[in-house]
């Protein structure tokens, strides 16, 4: 029972959430409009699901936001030229993998600390986006939108795609060895050598995956509207730390699971709307988000599962 | 008859200068419990790396049930079924025991689909086959020490392991929790596993082994059958060996009482009711085997486990330091004994290594006055005799006996109201060895209390005025300077007590 | 015999002093202005020398660099300590407004609003300083937390939307006239310089840093109290984001929520381009201060160039080249441990403790 605390606290809190915004707002809940807040969320938890294997292992990527909008602009450039969408989807996952293959390298290869890594990948990637896009939005094809189904087919699409992908990761994690390698690596490199296991190899691959979730994620995002904003990523780092850290996930590495971070995504995406609905403004949602992944570590660190190495973890 | 499970013939092994091994042999036979035993530094931890792969002997022949093997790795070892378990357990923390286990047993192919079912049993079961009641859904983390060991023989023996070396089992265990390792060792002897034990613990041993091998000097002293051997016997094995080195000659007056220790104790470092007084211009010398609670005292002393009992008297002054900082203002100097993790900066010049813990008295209102320390290093580098190309090399430079200066220099310089030395010879060639011996003596003379911290036995009987012994977090004895070997191994592995 | 004397022969000291990072730094940031200079100087129609070459745009680089100079001058005793403050960047924009709400909203003076406004940054970075020593969290997630948090407020003090201006000529003076020949503000980025230089090299509290750094526990153990000078630099880069906060307020005469977004990037490769290790303990403020101008040169050394004028891709093509820049010197400083690591080794490494 233990074991579950921190995804059953968070769980209590969306519940206290859903409950207050049933009670003071309850236009909060109507079924288009949630439908639409899911959808629009979806790729954010795709992206989480990567960055929960990232900070398994005991590192962090700042870059994912803008290797999304690459993703995204790539694959939305691709099909403007009218390349079907069954090819461009495999394309910016592709994009997204060799991105991810590239902090790879330089963070479990060269073993460079990967916040500064990410840092500088994060800025490469935005700056050269901008340098190509000039921040033309690119116009996408009929028949790219919803898959060229209805609006709300779409929608439940995305979504079960989403959500889909979130239960055989988590099942994956957790049912077959190497999700189990993730969890040793991020616990103990050192043990986890002498039991056979490779850990700069293990980290590589999960820079990789992240990248490859990444790109899949800029896909589902590209079907959700007519034309590809070309920073469509900016700040979504932060958005799936936050998620990551709330659900559970330590930043010390190999504890938590997925389950926490859909459900800390839940709680985080809800907060928005909510603060419409509460009429408080919507400003206050970057600082809210920080204030969580501040309160979320504090909790950790009081509850004694403070990091391991308290110097800057590498 | 079956060949021993593993059978050494006159292993050696050096390390730069210096002779670890010399010529050892040792058999284990199947279904036996083989102790080993040897004052620190008698050769027993290289025995061990050499047997886990960890090493290559320089000669020598390595046999495994009969086989001869010439090149052994962590990995090749672990294929034949040798398996140590270590005091530090090599587990991971935020996983389960199942998993642990589980991690150290499975290869596995990376999609493979992890059996949950199937290592719960065979966590279940091998928990039991060692008696351990620990649930196998327990994180590790939240597990005491012990049983973090059981854990470790839960995997050695999943692994198919028929040579099992233990390294000190019991240092942290409570009576309870030994018993029950005993249970577990005496349950791998039934189903014909070979036991390598190593312990400090005479009665342990007499109470598990079948044969008992002694290690002196990285040299084999004898191998004999348990039965035909008693306490005394063993102990004259361990420390019966001539003085090799000269030590300079005490020549203190010990005049008042410098260092008070009464009823001092930290739960947290395990040490309990600890008293004693050390005299200006006193060594004393404090003796005892490893985790015996030496460098634990130390640490409560310099305020980096801040006692939470009895108090600590220095210069009639009641001091009660909270953090090194504030030892540090008190006057306590402590040279500790892992000198390239905590001694020195390594990567920080000499000079700078030197004047870090003076910073306030050198450099008044915190500015740097370069020729100030470049002179308090030159200084020192002349007094102390520090091999170097200047104050500006940095400390990793050095050997490991100039590095040691160094960090006495550190705290020479803040003229110390007592210096507490922590193995301060450990890793040092025999030049630098005696040189250091000259220093304590002479700082001693000037009338500095010595608190001298030191598993080499013979340096505690040749330096020390007075020798306190230590067992298991507590002080069990003080004997005079010129007590023999033979008195102080006793009072140590805790036969018959010498008053306190 | 023992002491060897401490003076070289001079021209090893000459290969020595030539081999430093800081040299070879001075030495590519001199090779870049020069090539700017030829590049991106021209003559315009009425025959006046326009460009990289005069004297004005030198005085514009000048001025465009102070704040991030500031944000690396912060950062360098932060690195040295092994850790990393990603929030500077955010926090000088919630200086910038809480300087102009206090001027304009609370209608404070503008030296009390100065000074009430470094109290803050000073307070922000004790916020950091308190999360990172008091619980011992790790400096990247709690500046990460707080880089969001920063942000954030200013965000929502401004509702997204309020703008801070009509600050008073006298104020705005400080950036963008000059004094005694220089942009006004290159006194204060000078004084700053001067006193982290003084810092970092010349006290105790420097000394006490590169321990740290080098090795946290080695510097407990010499009796450092470690956790007060790391409760220090924390603190000390947010007075100094505050400072580059007041700076940045009156060079462009407005304060607004997105002050000095995405500077901590610039702030930490002057840093690590100066020669400073990101792992800690190695570094000097020089060599900070030689990265700083080595990417001020690059950025408006590339917005001189014609055909970047022509692209209009100054800001992206500077971003771009930083960040790779980054990434090559992060590669370089760890060239030596790989290439140790290639050496053939006597032994596999020991696992036993």
Redesign the interface.
Known sequence: MNRYLRELSVAGALGLLLLAMAIFAPGFYQPQPLLSLATREAPTLVVACGMALVILCRQIDISVGSQFSVCGVAAGLMAAAKVPLFLVVPAAIGIGALLGAINGVLIAGLQLPSIVVTLAMMVTLRQGLNLQQQGVFVNLPDGVQWFGLSQLQGQWLVVAIAVLLTVLLGLALRRLTAGRWVYAIGSDAEAARLAGIRPQLGTFLVFVVMGALTGFAAALNLVQAPQVQPLSGSGLELKVIAAVVVGGVAISGGRGNLWGVFVGLLLLAAIAPALIHLRIEAYWEKAIQGTIILLAVVTDSIRGRAPKHPARSH | MAPPLLELRQLAKSFGGARALRGVDFDLQAGEVHALLGENGAGK?TL??IV?G???PDRGTIRVAGELVDHL??ATAHARGIA?I???P??????TVM?NI???L?????????D?KGRRSRAVELLRRIGAEISP?A?VRSLSMPEQQLVEIACALGAGARIVIMDEPTASLTQKEQHLLFAVVRELRRSGVGVIYISHRLEEIFALADRVTVLRDGETVGTNPIAAINEAALIRMMVGREMTQIYPPSEAAPTEVALELRSLGCAEAGVTDVSFQVRAGEVFGLAGLVGAGRTELARILFG?TPADAGEIRLHGQVIHPR???E??AAGIA?V?EDRR????????PIA?NM???V??RL?PR???RTEAEQSLA?EF??DL????????APAGSLSGGNQQKVSLA?WLATKPRLLILDEPTQGVDVGAKGEIHRIIRRLARSGLPVLLISSDLPEILGMSDRIGVMRAGRLVGVLPGGSDAHAVMAAALGQEQGAA | MSVATPTSPAPRAWLALLRRHETILLLVLVAEWLFFYWAGTSTNRRGVVVGFGTLDRQFDILRHTCEIGLLALALTPVILTAGIDLSVGSLLGLCAIVFGGLWRDVGLSIPLAMALTLTCGAAAGGLNAVLITALRLPPLIVTLGTFSLFRGLAEAITRGAVTYTDFPTGFLALGQERALGLPTQAWVFAFAAVAVWLLVHRTTLGRSFRAIGFSPEGARYAGLPVNRRLAFVYILAGFIAAVAAVIYTARLGQAKADAGLGYELFAITAVVLGGTSIFGGAGSVHGTLLGVAAIAVLKNGLASLPIVIRLNAAEELSGVLTGALLLVALTASVIPRIVSRLRPRPAPPVSVP
């Open positions: 931890s061990i790396k886990t960890a090493h290559q790795t962590p140590c270590y005091q530090q090599a587990l991971f923390p935020d996983l998993e589980a991690l150290r499975e290869a596995g192919a990376p999609f493979a689909r992890v949950w859904d994180e980096l953090s090194a900082v030892a540090v402590y500790p993790r905590h001694g020195v900066v390594l990567e920080l700078h004047t870090l813990a910073q306030r450099f915190g500015w740097l030159l580098i002349r005799a520090i091999k170097c190309t200047g104050p500006d550190r």
